[in-house]
């Protein structure tokens, strides 16, 4: 029986299997971490009048190839308190690794590199197209990437596993049995994977998955966060996310409606919908709030989440001052928030209250996509039953409130010395991209938000090539569990680069000169032989490379806590698979909400079958995050959440063991095994089966076997020791590390 925690591994550096020294991959994280505190971007804080972020700072001291005669080889080895770097004072220091790398690469010639991360992706040639273990372009750069490191792949996946991973990663659900016996029944299995993964991407259940991370990085929650942490209306803006995947709206006209419909002509109820995203802050409605406080606190919030989730980039660390690590100033901070200076927030102040909803104005009443599409088909039918009347009437009343945006005169943004919102000293600035990164040609005008929008996505005249790259990373991560690049959120200075930046660049070209097609790059990623390789390695492979950043395998790891509780659900029979809607409160333990005041409240669980929606539909209350959720690592979307964090806990495995819901989830499982045959070895391979898509193996069996037999000799059989005895197991198989693993 496997166990539920996972191994944990030791971390091994990149240069490990590096055989040249890269600037980018190696030098420049040993200085961004111990250097550009002192010698970088930030004017006000840079000594000696040295930067070490240019290229022409680095020409001051890094000219000579013989390590003996370079100036900052002499420095990090000096014992000299005067002359060392880092200083003492700086409280860095640099291991015996670092200074191996930097005097390699000054030996090497000491080439410097424009950051990976500012420079437009541009497509590199792709070798071995030839090569039979090709399945598309993907494979034929890793071969080329592994060839030249002394890496080989491993095995290819068997076909369970295989089609597990595909259904968890492209539907957030086990597969159907059936799927799992079309495609190991095939005779061409290549086609039929073709067929499956279509059949995937079309399902509901596609746009449901896809969402969870999303919502994670923009920070959906129906709670305003601060101080009373009231409810508000935004659950329509979920459903648009999810019929935005499903119809696999090209990723440039998604950004624009979530961050500008509403300034799109003759904007359309989804596009206002989308909208929803700039209102998805954190706001307080606390009484003695100082309004130009929190307009400040707002602001510092937007570019901090528009930046993360679209950049990948850390602009909110430019708030108080230039950026310590990256080429951003506090300007250009102030400068895109004068973007958003035209959302209204004044209405909130006026009528914000501890009411439960909060009013949150502008809101607007709607309908989702597919409740209007339905009741427009039904309301021009000629002849119109009762039923269809009452299916009107009652398709009426699904309308939610949910906010919006709606442009009003911008406010004055100015730069605020030290991001203090009481001084008025400083500058009055205009809406402006980060100066670095180029402008906007608006001509004679004031840009907006939709102008920002559209040069996120613009590769030619904006920066649409490394929007795409963050997006693309990000999908990678998804499918194989870690990123090109490892930093899922910051794409600067203190970011990781690419292991495999050809790969990352080649993604990045294909995704916006295909029209921004997510589902196409999605099928390319999951056609590829890379994507079905064995998440098993051979020891060399473990010792190099343990976290596989140079993907020669797949990865294994525990499903989000999300994907958990549905396959738990799912496994039962006890999934209610119903689309959109307002979110919904499965059962939590009484007085968890003791705490929240303003106003004091009680949690009140749905106890219809609301309460077995997917977890995509969870109420996420940002103070106090559903138990089952904190206990998975979930995030409480505060923030942008671009890789959650994954721990092994005892609650964690309590919470799969006791959880009420779980229970009568195993329960509803134990009923259905009993059901399906009569001897205890065709129940055990029964639910095996169903659980695992596969049957247990001899030791499996035994254990299985004993447990039912010390239950059966310490208890009565007195009607329900059928049910008691195999509800043991069924809990038992929830807790297997199989079970929750994306493997």
Avoid at 50 to 60: I, V
Avoid at 339 to 360: C, M, W, Y
Avoid at 559 to 578: H, Q, V, W, Y
Avoid at 677 to 699: G, V
């Amino acid at each position: 029986m496997k166990l539920f925690f996972p191994l944990t591994f030791v971390l091994v550096p990149f240069f490990a299997v590096a055989k040249e020294v890269d600037f980018n991959r190696d030098v420049r994280p040993i200085l961004s971490q111990n250097c550009y505190v002192c010698h970088g971007p930030d004017k006000e804080h840079r000594k000696a009048k040295l930067r070490l972020d240019t290229e022409e700072g680095f020409k001051k001291v890094f000219l000579k190839t013989n390590p003996t005669d370079s100036e900052i080889i002499h420095r990090i080895t000096s014992h000299d308190p005067d002359e060392i770097m880092p200083t003492p004072e700086s409280g860095k220091s640099l291991s015996s690794e670092e200074i191996k790398i930097l005097t390699q690469w000054v030996k090497e010639g000491g080439e410097y590199s424009q950051p990976w991360a500012y420079t437009k992706p541009v497509w590199n040639p792709v070798k071995n197209e030839g090569n039979p273990w090709v399945h598309n372009w993907i494979d034929s750069i890793l071969l080329d990437h592994w060839s030249k490191i002394g890496m080989t792949p491993s095995s290819d996946s068997n076909k369970v596993t295989l089609i597990r991973r595909l259904s968890f990663d492209l539907t957030g659900l086990p597969p159907k049995p059936e799927i799992i016996k079309k495609y190991l029944s095939a005779t061409n299995p290549e086609a039929v994977y073709l067929d499956i993964v279509q059949e995937f991407l079309d399902s509901d259940h596609y746009g449901e998955r896809m969402s969870m991370y999303w919502l994670d990085l923009v920070r959906f929650a129906d709670t305003v966060g601060y101080h009373g942490d009231q409810d508000h209306n935004i659950s329509p803006y979920r459903d648009y996310i999810m019929e935005a995947f499903n119809q696999n709206m090209p990723f440039d006209q998604f950004t624009r409606e979530q961050l500008a419909g509403d300034l799109l002509d003759s904007p359309s109820i989804d596009q206002k919908v989308a909208t929803g995203y700039n209102r998805l802050l954190q706001t307080s409605h606390e009484g003695g709030v100082q309004p130009r406080e929190y307009l400040a606190i707002y602001a510092a919030d937007r570019i901090r989440n528009v930046s993360g989730v679209w950049m990948g980039a850390t602009v909110g660390c430019a708030q108080c001052h230039d950026h310590k690590y990256d080429p951003y100033t506090a300007r250009d901070f102030y400068s895109m928030s004068a973007f958003f200076a035209d959302i209204d927030e004044e209405q909130h102040f006026k009528v914000g209250s501890n009411a439960l909803p909060t009013k949150r104005p502008p809101e607007i009443p709607v309908l989702s996509f597919r409740d209007r599409e339905k009741l427009k088909r039904l309301e021009s039918m000629k002849s119109q039953t009762q039923e269809i009347i009452n299916e009107i009437k009652s398709i009426k009343g699904r309308e939610r409130l949910t906010m919006v945006t709606q442009s009003i005169k911008p406010r004055v943004t100015r730069i605020l010395p030290r991001g203090n919102w009481l001084d008025d000293t400083g500058e009055i600035v205009q809406p402006a991209v980060p100066a670095f990164l180029g402008d906007l040609k608006v001509e004679d005008r004031r840009a907006n938000r939709l102008d920002f929008a559209n040069w996120l996505v613009d590769p030619e005249n904006g920066v649409g090539g490394l929007t795409a790259r963050v997006f693309v990373n990000r999908l990678w991560y998804l499918m194989f569990g870690e990123g090109i690049s490892t930093s899922l959120d910051d794409f600067g200075g203190q970011g990781s680069p690419p292991t495999i930046p050809a790969l990352l660049d080649n993604l990045s070209v294909e995704f916006y000169k295909n029209g921004w097609d997510i589902k196409g790059l999605i099928k390319l990623i999951v056609t590829s032989h890379a994507y079905k390789l064995s998440s098993n390695s051979d020891s060399k492979t473990k010792s190099v490379d343990p976290l596989n950043y140079h993907f020669s395998h797949q990865s294994m790891h525990r499903l989000p806590a999300e994907m958990i509780r549905d396959n738990i659900l799912e496994t039962s029979g006890l999934l209610f698979k119903e689309y959109g809607g307002p979110s919904v409160k499965p059962f939590q333990p009484k007085g968890y909400y003791k705490h929240l005041n303003f106003p004091k409240r009680e949690y009140q669980a749905h106890t219809d079958k609301r309460r077995l929606k997917r977890s995509v539909y969870i109420h996420w209350q940002r103070q106090f995050l559903h138990p089952m959720l904190q206990a998975m690592d979930a995030p409480t979307r505060e923030e942008c959440v671009a890789k959650r964090s994954k721990s092994n806990s005892p609650v964690a495995a309590m919470v799969l063991l006791n959880d009420p819901s779980f229970y009568e989830a195993a329960e509803e499982f134990a009923k259905i095994i009993i059901q399906s045959a009569n001897s205890d070895d065709e129940r055990i391979k029964f639910a095996f089966q169903r659980a695992l898509s596969r049957d247990p193996d001899e030791l499996e069996e035994n254990i299985i076997n004993q447990l039912l037999k010390n239950i059966r000799q310490g208890l009565s059989n007195d009607g329900q020791l059928d049910l008691l005895c195999w509800t043991a197991v069924t809990r038992a198989i929830f807790n297997f590390s199989e079970f929750n693993t994306r493997n």
